[in-house]
């Protein structure tokens, strides 16, 4: 029974059936096969995925970090970035690096901040001298922040398929997030001076000081009212994404006046296409964990792993292993879905924490959109360079080691991503 449901799944998807659709049609022929439930309980299971408010946070997240990407915000936060950072050797590779780590608090997603970041930040380095295959990769890499600092799409995902705490999630991703930036900033001074990028000096005045701090109040309002409602008690994540869209309006339009008000209406349609391909795996999903459940095939596939080895450190690698490879090729959210239930049992019945293992799924993921040949941040990038993706991915392996030695640092220390979550009672 189990065999005829992962093997029907797989051959689907190998014909390039959606990952909803290849789900949807193994769950249902083993319902009409062996009847381990009914077709009834199966679709009630899928109209309870579907109905989830957490799931509201998807689209509400996307039309906020669209409308914030093209409405001036990164602009301000990458002026602000240069004040203190662009004036040292490969200042203005690290100012990328900053500006994605906060646009990041705003934006929720890899791609969008690769785009609103690189379309602003490759042209200066390229014109200060930076070599554009390498001004690419960093921005590519920096993006993948976008999943890792919170709102993150990714955690409200992976939130729902673990049965955990969204807000826990986004207080872990805070540290990991931030060891992510601080890793990337220091290869990037590191590789610059080996590769002779000098600084580009430019003295502001204290009037330069004030005026672009100013202009950026609006944009840094943004992730404060956000994550503060959201840890204050005041919102929850779903309403904090709401009102994270009224505020892009407001600011995108109103103040920085950078984004028509007639141009809204699209935006929104825009964000509700790109996130009902999600939102409808997460739905048929859930019917899909059903039946798994009742198959009893995660607990049968934890109980193999597990006999192959209960050592932590040595079933930590082989997760991660394939976690990497499953990024290489899989949807970020549809990787998520698919694998949580699956390698969940494992890690917890170690003792590894919920939380701890989402930040490492979501941290090797995050690496997936990097990694050839099916990278998203890389097509981005290559997009928005005028890079050959193949030259790209070449350039991008450096950036990868960078981001793996994080990935093993995040791994075998969990307190990292922990000690926030555990400070604000959150891990109960």
Not at 273 to 284: E, L, Q, T
Not at 323 to 348: C, D, H, R, S
Request: net charge positive.
């Amino acid at each position: 029974m189990v065999a005829t449901l992962f093997v029907t799944f797989i051959l689907l998807l190998a014909c390039s059936f959606p990952i909803a659709v290849s789900q949807s049609f193994a769950s249902m022929f083993l319902i009409f096969g062996d009847a381990p439930l009914s077709l009834e309980s199966f679709t009630k299971a899928i109209m309870s995925g579907f109905s989830s408010f957490t799931l509201v946070a998807i689209p509400l997240f996307t039309f906020a970090g669209d409308i914030m990407g093209k409405g001036g915000i990164s602009k301000r936060l990458i002026n602000v970035a240069k004040l203190s950072l662009g004036n040292r050797t490969g200042g203005l590779g690290i100012v990328s690096i900053v500006a994605c780590m906060i646009f990041a608090a705003i934006s929720g997603t890899g791609s969008a901040t690769v785009a609103a970041i690189g379309l602003i930040m490759i042209p200066e380095m390229l014109e200060a001298g930076y070599d554009r295959a390498y001004s690419a990769s960093l921005v590519a890499t920096a993006g993948t922040i976008g999943t890792i600092i919170p709102p993150s799409i990714c955690m409200v995902v992976y939130a729902i398929a673990a049965g955990c705490s969204v807000t826990a999630m986004f207080t872990a991703g805070f540290p990991v997030g931030i060891l992510v930036g601080a890793v990337l900033c220091i290869y990037c001074a590191l590789s610059c001076r080996k590769r002779g990028y000098k600084p580009v000096y430019v003295k502001y005045t204290a009037k330069d000081w004030v005026k672009t701090i100013v202009e950026a109040i609006p944009s840094f309002l943004v992730p404060v009212i956000i994550l503060g409602g959201i840890y204050g008690g005041i919102f929850t994540p779903t309403e904090a994404a709401a009102a994270g869209c009224v505020l892009g309006v407001i600011i995108s339009v109103f103040v920085y006046k950078e984004v028509k008000l007639s141009d809204i209406p699209y935006m929104a349609f825009r964000s509700v296409i790109i996130s009902a391909p999600v939102m409808f795996i997460i739905g048929v999903s859930t019917g899909f964990g059903r039946v798994l459940a009742i198959t009893q095939m995660p607990s049968m596939i934890a109980e193999g792993i597990l006999g192959i080895t209960s050592n932590s450190v040595l079933l930590l690698i082989l997760i991660n292993l394939l976690l990497l490879l499953v990024g290489t090729f899989m949807e970020t959210n549809a990787a998520i879905i698919i694998l949580t239930p699956i390698l969940l049992p494992i890690v917890t019945a170690l003792g590894i924490n919920p939380i701890h293992f989402g930040m490492i799924m979501i941290l090797n993921l995050a690496i997936g959109f990097i990694t050839p040949p099916l990278g998203a941040n890389l097509f981005m990038a290559s997009e928005i360079s005028r890079v050959k993706f193949e030259t790209l991915a070449k350039t991008i392996w450096p950036w990868i080691g960078a981001m793996i030695v994080v990935l093993i640092i995040i791994t075998y220390i969990p307190q990292i991503s922990l000690f926030l979550p555990q400070m604000m009672g959150l891990l109960g």
